[in-house]
């Protein structure tokens, strides 16, 4: 799962406090995160989940039998 937020910066103690909504928390069970600065391609998103990432290629059968009887 991937979230896009928006952090609040608290420089006086060197924090930043993020507000996941609720279908947003499960990013957080996890030991670690990446965090990123957002690519140009999302600035117009909302804040909130992000839909998964599409793979055309990995969808098409044609290149999945190429791929085994080549590789």
Known sequence: MRV???PVLVPE???V???PGRESMP???NTRLLVEPEPKSMRNL???VVPAA???LVEDKTCCRFS???G
Do not use: A, M
């Open 54 to 56: 599409r793979q055309p």
């Open 46 to 48: 909302p804040s909130g």
């Open 27 to 29: 990013v957080f069970h």
């Open 13 to 15: 103690l060197g924090l």
């Open 4 to 6: 896009l937020l928006r």
């Open 68 to 70: 085994v009887t080549h």
């Open 17 to 19: 406090i993020v507000k």
